[in-house]
C-alpha cells in the first residue's frame, strides 16, 4: 500500500488566495483526520470523518477552514481566505476503524501564506 | 502532555545509553495511548501503542510504561542510537461517543550524541 498520499507537498500563496489541499487515505480505512502542525500550537486536531461522515470539526479554526470528503478515498480541507497565520504544516491521517486507533499520517502540506 | 509553547523539552543522550521520555495526559477516560516518532520534514510514525488494561508493553528496543493513577506514560528506549533522534509525541484516545480522536502531548525532542 502506497501509504496516506497528501498533495501538494507544498504550498505558497498570497493572503486573500483560496488554498485546497488533498489526502487519500489508505484503502479500507474508515477514519480519517486533518491536523496542523505548529512551534507554538503542536499538533492540533481540526476535524475527522468516519465513513466519510464529518464527526468533530470543533478544531477547525475560523468558518475560513472547510473539510469535505466526498468519497471514501478522498478528501479536501480548504481555506478561504487564506491568512499569514495560517502558515503550518497539515497533515492528514487515517485509521482503520474503531478498534483499531493507530494513525497513519501522511507526509503534510507545507503551507506559506505570505 | 501540556503545551510548552516555542520551545520542545529536549533529552539529550550519548549513544548506546537508555532514553525515558515522559508523558502526561489529561482524560482519566482514555482508554488507549500511543507514542510517534517525527524525523524533520516527515509525519508522525507509529512505535508503540497500549490500552489501559495494561501498564507495560514491549517493542523492539522500546518499552511504554502507563500510570492510570497519576496519568503519565513513558517511552524507554534502549540502547539508544544516532537515528532515533526526532521528536515524540505521546497521544491519548479523547473520544466521547465512542469515535477514535488522537489528542497528541507537545512532544519531546530526543537529541542522541556519539
Known amino acids: 500500500d502506497a501509504g496516506v498520499i497528501q498533495s501538494p507537498r507544498h504550498e505558497v500563496t498570497e493572503m486573500g488566495q483560496e488554498v485546497t489541499l488533498r489526502c487519500k487515505p489508505i484503502?479500507?480505512?474508515?477514519?480519517l483526520f486533518w491536523y496542523r502542525q505548529t512551534m507554538m500550537r503542536g499538533l492540533e486536531l481540526l476535524i475527522y470523518?468516519?465513513?466519510?461522515?464529518?464527526?468533530?470539526d470543533s478544531g477547525m479554526p475560523e468558518d475560513r477552514f472547510s473539510a469535505k470528503m466526498p468519497n471514501a478515498s478522498f478528501s479536501t480541507l480548504k481555506i478561504q481566505p487564506s491568512e499569514p497565520r495560517d502558515s503550518a504544516v497539515y497533515f492528514c491521517?487515517?485509521?482503520?476503524?474503531?478498534?483499531?486507533?493507530?494513525?497513519?499520517f501522511g507526509s503534510g502540506t507545507q503551507l506559506s501564506v505570505l | 502532555g501540556e503545551s510548552v509553547g516555542l520551545h520542545l523539552p529536549t533529552l539529550s543522550v550519548q549513544e548506546g545509553d537508555n532514553s525515558i521520555i515522559n508523558c502526561a495526559y489529561s482524560?482519566?477516560?482514555?482508554?488507549?495511548f500511543i507514542w510517534y516518532k517525527q524525523e524533520s520534514g516527515k509525519g508522525p510514525q507509529f512505535i508503540i501503542d497500549i490500552r489501559s488494561n495494561m501498564d507495560k508493553r514491549q517493542g523492539q528496543r522500546v518499552t511504554v510504561l502507563l500510570n492510570k493513577t497519576v496519568k503519565h506514560l513513558s517511552l524507554q528506549i534502549a540502547a539508544t542510537q544516532p537515528g532515533d533522534s526526532a521528536v515524540y509525541f505521546c497521544?491519548?484516545?479523547?473520544?466521547?461517543?465512542?469515535?477514535?480522536?488522537?489528542?497528541f502531548g507537545a512532544g519531546t525532542r530526543l537529541a542522541v550524541h556519539p
Open positions: 484503502s479500507g480505512h474508515d477514519y
Open positions: 491521517a487515517s485509521s482503520r476503524d474503531r478498534s483499531n486507533e493507530k494513525l497513519f
Open positions: 470523518f468516519n465513513n466519510n461522515v464529518p464527526i468533530d
Open positions: 497521544a491519548e484516545n479523547n473520544a466521547p461517543g465512542g469515535y477514535n480522536k488522537l489528542i
Open positions: 482524560n482519566s477516560a482514555s482508554d488507549y
